[in-house]
């Protein structure tokens, strides 16, 4: 039987606020039995190196009094995975995290681990890893993974720090309702534009909005719509 | 000899101004030799189809005497592109435009063309696989290409509708110039940020900053510098 015990955040910081800050009750209680959470910083924010996006996250969680490994800091990554007590993926560009896990060989350890209940937080692109591929990421492609293909550990895609259109903007390049209108064109699987502030908690039998803000649902051949924190989409495909 | 001959724009349409209008006196000009504009629509902008998309520049060029052919109406589209007078690429999606390229085997076809001197226009999508790579495009990658390598008629890469960061803004996603930072984490070729309403003018001889706004130029471990419209930067590389 499926295990799963995931957030699914749309960013790791909101304006205003310290890096998971606003997370960080929510995530005493999540990660409440483990004592080190494992941290893929593959995805290098800005170009950050592991080392010191580890010393980051590692300040972050320290204010709940728990511990943060590198995934880098051990002699085996899948190793690593497979004993993790807790998993956490942080932001930065999508296909730099998606390549480096694929070289790495960590997709089916990541997949296993959470399936067999091990708790994941990811933030932005460690979110976007989350759905089925990583077709409807914000982030530039500036490597290229070997595939799009993604964890799917939930039947559809997520887009994090969703944008709402600007009114009056003068800026030609497209929306992000555009952008995943184009999606849609190639693809039947449903997109949850997760707004800065917003996750998913997904377990083996529930997917749910949280946070205080709606969400905007993006299905194919169907006008886009908002759903209220708080709204089940266990049967959303 | 290499006779090359393109117009790489930010975008096609600049705010409070219809499509390619902006553009057109420049563009009645550049393809004064020529009668017909092979047109190609691949980069279906909002998911719209090649013919739709075929119409509206039809329509454009309408204006300054020109025909438009979109090159999904020749049984053949390698001899399209041999055979061209000239040729546009639209904008939209960089991905899908990259990857119809390759299944259609035009990528070829298409640098013979224009190294023998047909003249090239390119706006957004259309102008971003005119450098050496479509890493720094700021599409959604909807659909995966075969490879991010692209036509290579400049010694960098361009990012069309540069945006510039936004001061105050309480959105937390990544700015243009932290993704092109990340670039650079990976990749030393320059990028130029090419803001909506600038152009380069590519010659064998010559690659120059056109239109009324300056551009923003990244260098691999360099700090970022604005460039005046007129600049030469043909040894940029």
Redesign the interface.
């Known amino acids: 039987m499926e295990m799963k015990n995931l957030i699914i955040a749309s960013?790791?910081?909101?304006?205003?606020s310290g890096y998971l800050e606003y997370l960080l009750d929510e995530l005493a209680l999540f990660f409440k039995d483990a004592n080190t959470i494992v941290f893929i910083p593959y995805a290098?924010?800005?170009?950050i190196s592991h080392e010191d996006y580890t010393i980051k996250a590692r300040e972050a969680f320290k204010k709940i009094d728990k511990n943060v490994m590198g995934i880098h800091e051990f002699e085996n990554p899948i190793e690593a995975i497979q004993n993790a007590e807790a998993i956490f993926t942080g932001g930065?560009?999508t296909?730099?995290l998606l390549y480096q896990l694929y070289k790495n060989n960590l997709l089916e350890p990541l997949k296993k681990s959470v399936l067999k209940g091990t708790p994941y937080l990811g933030t932005s692109a460690g979110s976007n890893i989350c759905g089925l591929t990583?077709?409807?990421?914000?982030?530039?492609?500036?490597?290229?993974p070997p595939?799009?293909k993604a964890l799917s550990f939930m039947p559809f895609n997520i887009n994090p720090?969703y944008?709402d259109p600007i009114p009056n903007n003068?800026?030609?390049?497209?929306t992000r309702e555009?952008?995943?209108?184009?999606?849609?064109?190639?693809?039947t699987q449903p997109v949850i534009g997760l707004r800065?502030g917003s996750w998913l908690q997904v377990t083996e039998t529930s997917i749910k909005l949280k946070g205080p803000l709606t969400a905007r649902v993006f299905e194919y051949n169907k006008t886009p719509y908002e759903i209220e924190s708080g709204t089940e989409l266990k049967d959303l495909r």
């Open positions: 960013t790791s910081t909101v304006h205003g290098r924010p800005s170009g930065g560009n296909f730099v990583i077709n409807t990421t914000n982030d530039m492609p500036i490597v290229y595939s799009f720090h944008l003068k800026h030609m390049g497209e555009t952008r995943i209108k184009e999606f849609h064109a190639y693809h800065e």
